[in-house]
């Protein structure tokens, strides 16, 4: 689990290898693919580099990243949503052998069809390993509408799920 309440003095480096890994599961779960994910990491990290003397001096400067990430991802969702509607009816990309199982890859892409906030909820709880307490903090939401988001997708990606096997 992430630990944004680090002191005010960590340096961009130390917070680099903190988050890294969390905002990589994050980033992975929203776009769906560990390149796209990659990319909108870096671009989050890039953005607290060049921002990090107002950055580094939040007192939960992992959480700013999270948040920028979140961002990052809905915009790339919203392009991939456009361009999903022109692709649709083309071939599609069966998953290889080294990769993901096909009920991960299906679980992941039943979450990728969730309303918006309960689709980060999930991400960030399961992929980001994130206490509900700190998604409410990134999402800007209360606690007890975090828990909702996550109880009625659970309940959706059981049906969906469901309707998949």
Known sequence: MSDD???VSIGF???YRQEYPALIAVATALTGTLEDGEDAVQGTMLKAFVNWGRVGSLERPGGWCHRVLVNACR????RRR???RWL???RRVE???DGPSPDVLAFWAAVRLLPERPRQA???YYAGDLAVEEIARILTVPEGTVRSDLTRARAALRA???DWR
């Open 122 to 124: 999930v991400a960030l």
């Open 13 to 15: 480096d130390a917070l």
């Open 5 to 7: 309440t680090v002191p």
């Open 82 to 84: 456009t361009a999903a």
């Open 160 to 162: 969906e799920l469901e």
């Open 88 to 90: 649709a009816g083309r």
């Open 75 to 78: 915009s790339l969702f919203r």
């Open 95 to 97: 998953p290889s052998a």
